[in-house]
Nanobody, 116 residues
């Protein structure tokens, strides 16, 4: 069974940095894309960043230039490097993969709080 386990969330001051990690286990097979989404209270879940199997990346406009998505393929791990964090980045961040047959899997989420 495919499982995604996120880590790295926490409380950080505005302007600070965090790195989120997501380890995919359970033999996911061919992964089409790996990405990060977030959901703030009262808002819908939104795409933050995604990387395709070919390495193409896409970012939400609000995080461009501040966040970077990267992968460690041998370890089936995806990272989200977050710099210059703002209070509006506060949300639960979810890891997502799309694998063969466009089957999606989600992690349990990790809380990121940006506050002084």
């Amino acid at each position: 069974q495919v499982q995604l386990v996120e880590s790295g969330g926490g409380l950080v001051q505005p302007g600070g940095s965090l790195r989120l990690s997501c380890v995919v286990s359970g033999s996911p097979g061919n992964i089409i894309s790996m990405g990060w989404y977030r959901q703030a209270p009262g808002n819908q879940r939104e795409l933050v960043a995604v990387v395709s199997g070919s390495g193409t990346t896409k970012y939400a406009e609000s995080v461009k230039g501040r966040f970077t998505i990267s992968t460690d393929s041998p370890r089936n791990t995806v990272y989200l490097h977050m710099n210059s964090l703002k209070p509006e980045d506060t949300a639960v961040y979810y890891c997502n993969i799309v694998r063969e047959w466009f089957v999606e899997h989600w992690g349990q989420g990790t809380q990121v709080t940006v506050s002084s």
